[in-house]
T-cell receptor, first 108, second 113 residues
């Protein structure tokens, strides 16, 4: 079976740092993705981790621990436009298995 | 380089009608994936296709749903005899061979009345 868990909703203040956690149990593993999705729009790629450790890309960083089945997405210097859903997805062979997404609300 | 194109963006069908959703992958991409997103739920994998081949259809409902990716033209997701529960956003993604990233199209929002 496939199981990916992430919090349903988080709130944070503009300029702050927020960490969105994701735990997974899947029948295979070929990498972990984070996507951002604004309401009514397509998911857009943020990051990809296949090896343990931290990947940094501007204001966004993503961490992976394969032994723990755990990842997090770190967003720094939050901006209002970061209000969106953040989707954790595990690549199993070729397909992506998604969590239900974390809705992040950034307030002034 | 244009992104993944999907049409129509919005589709309204009455119960029992057929729905045809089209996806044109990015130039140079030969792999196409279809995902469904029900209201307030995550994206669920439906099917993975390469040109003229269905590679993985483990997420497709057994009845009424079919997909194709012909040698020429877009990939088509076809839903026969639609029911209210088919109302959802259907996203297509594409990737080039030997690349991990899937690029998503804007989606088709299907409403069944």
């Amino acid at each position: 079976g496939q199981n990916i868990d992430q919090p349903t909703e988080m709130t944070a203040t503009e300029g702050a740092i927020v960490q969105i956690n994701c735990t997974y149990q899947t029948s295979g593993f070929n990498g972990l993705f984070w996507y951002q999705q604004h309401a009514g729009e397509a998911p857009t790629f943020l990051s990809y981790n296949v090896l343990d450790g931290l990947e940094e890309k501007g204001r966004f960083s993503s961490f992976l621990s394969r032994s723990k089945g755990y990842s997090y997405l770190l967003l720094k210097e939050l901006q209002m436009k970061d209000s969106a859903s953040y989707l954790c997805a595990v690549r199993v062979i070729e397909k992506l298995v998604f969590g239900t997404g974390t809705r992040l609300l950034v307030s002034p | 380089n244009a992104g993944v194109m999907q049409n129509p963006r919005h589709l309204v069908r009455r119960r029992g009608q057929e729905a045809r959703l089209r996806c044109s992958p990015m130039k140079g991409h030969s792999h196409v994936y279809w995902y469904r997103q029900l209201p307030e739920e995550g994206l669920k994998f439906m099917v993975y296709l390469q040109k003229e081949n269905i590679i993985d259809e483990s997420g497709m409902p057994k009845e009424r749903f079919s997909a194709e990716f012909p040698k020429e033209g877009p990939s088509i997701l076809r839903i026969q005899q639609v029911v209210r529960g088919d109302s959802a956003a259907y996203f297509c993604a594409s990737s080039p061979p030997s690349d991990y990233e899937q690029y998503f199209g804007p989606g088709t929002r299907l409403t069944v009345t």
